[in-house]
């Protein structure tokens, strides 16, 4: 279970990002076939399904070129500013010693043990508990925590989460994501695109079908079979882009928490932050992509089948087997809770309450020392 930084998942992360990378080409491509297909289809209504193709075809080598720079652009532009993206979906802004001396020394203390680099950090105002390391190199790396994480978690519990995301930045799971995060992008990007066109274009056609006996389109068929198809394609770049999202194993979790008991050795303190931080991580306004990057991960996939996260029952029971700690069970944080809700509907703490408590605190009982009497006439004043 001590595995923090193990040759073998670093040296697949390595070789999981090439194959991505060669893979997003290939989805490129696809979708440029269904897109170019799709539009020979709208623009030969009347021809057959095999000159529709064969025009698609000669299409597609005109696209492919301008489909490649299009794709290494995306790449430049994510690698530079993805970063930036994030924030402005978070809010995260990085913070300085003076700002979070705790938070900073804490995590300076983890890096300085491992003789790393020391990422940025970041904090993004929210109500829900969660962290996340973003970054594709070590100028890059960061790690983002959300403010009432800070508040709300001990010292001991909040260095385990850092060492937790300190831990996927040195397995390079990071930089895995981030390229994950670009290839469902660009999927998402060209899906909607299509379809955005289909749906355009489908009422128009369906007019001037409607309008032609099938006796003279005979062969309008095709065009039919190769809308189909084109459809066809993108579910299927959508299905591979599944597989990707799949292929990043969830064991990398178990890793992360590994490598955060190796480094503090403190496996009881990994638990209680996971046992907090469950069912309380949902960030509002933000992508699936991100939330896949998180520390945990409350939205699942249909029948859990796409879940990118392991249950926190399994990852604190291999921190109880492997690490030897010890389970305090869900752990009731009822202001939490009230303010997460809060948050998600778009309430402030005057408007459900949460902030009665501080904003009248009790009057403590004034001493002798405290009173101020009136004074009395001084009678050498007369």
């Known amino acids: 279970m001590a595995a923090y930084g193990l ?24 979708l440029t076939f269904a ?8 623009a030969n209504q009347d021809a057959p399904l095999n000159y529709i193709v064969s025009r698609a075809i000669v299409d597609f080598t005109v696209f492919f070129i301008p ?18 993206m994030i924030d402005s979906l978070t809010g995260g802004h990085e913070v ?16 300085i043990s491992r003789g790393i680099p020391m990422p940025k950090l970041k904090v993004m105002p929210s109500s829900a508990l969660n962290a996340f390391a973003t970054g594709l190199n070590e100028k890059q790396y960061s790690i983002t925590v959300t403010s009432d994480l800070v508040g709300r978690l001990k010292d001991d519990e909040i260095e385990a989460v850092l060492a937790h995301e300190l831990t996927h930045i040195r397995n390079g799971d990071v930089q ?4 994950a995060t670009v290839i469902a992008g660009i999927v998402s990007f060209f899906g909607e695109l299509l379809f955005r066109g289909f749906f355009r274009t489908n009422s128009s056609w369906r007019t001037r079908s409607s309008g032609s006996s099938s006796s003279s389109r005979k062969g309008g068929g095709g065009a039919v079979i190769a809308i189909l198809i084109a459809v066809a394609l993108v579910a299927i770049a959508w299905l591979l882009s599944i597989v990707v999202k799949m292929s990043l194993s969830r064991s990398r979790e178990y890793l992360a928490d590994a490598g955060s008991v190796e480094l503090t050795k403190n496996p009881d303190a990994m638990i209680r932050a996971l046992r907090k931080i ?50 305090p069970g869900p752990i009731n944080m009822p202001e939490v809770d009230k303010a997460i809700a809060a948050e998600a509907a778009g309430e402030t703490a005057d408007e459900t309450g949460a902030g009665e408590t501080e904003s009248q605190p009790p009057q403590p009982a004034q001493g002798p020392w405290d009173q101020q009497p ?9």
């Not at 991960?297 to 879940?307: E, I, K, M, T, Y």
């Open 374 to 382: 009136a004074l009395k006439p001084n009678p050498w004043d007369r």
């Open 7 to 30: 040759h073998t998942h670093i040296r697949g992360n390595k070789a999981r990002s090439v194959f991505l990378l060669a893979g997003l080409f290939l989805l490129v491509y696809i």
């Open 96 to 111: 300085t010693r003076a700002e979070e001396p705790k938070l900073y020394n804490l995590l300076e203390n983890l890096c």
């Open 35 to 42: 897109f170019v297909l799709a539009f020979n289809a709208f």
């Open 67 to 84: 489909a490649t720079i299009a794709t290494l652009i995306w790449i430049m532009i994510a690698y530079r500013f993805h970063q930036s």
């Open 176 to 179: 895995l994501m981030v390229i």
């Open 278 to 327: 469950e069912g309380r991580g949902e960030l509002e306004g933000v992508t699936s992509s991100v939330m896949e990057m998180c520390l945990d991960n409350p939205r699942s996939g249909f029948v859990d089948l796409f879940a990118t996260h392991p249950s926190i029952d399994a990852r604190v029971d291999a921190l109880i087997r492997y690490a030897g700690g010890k389970d």
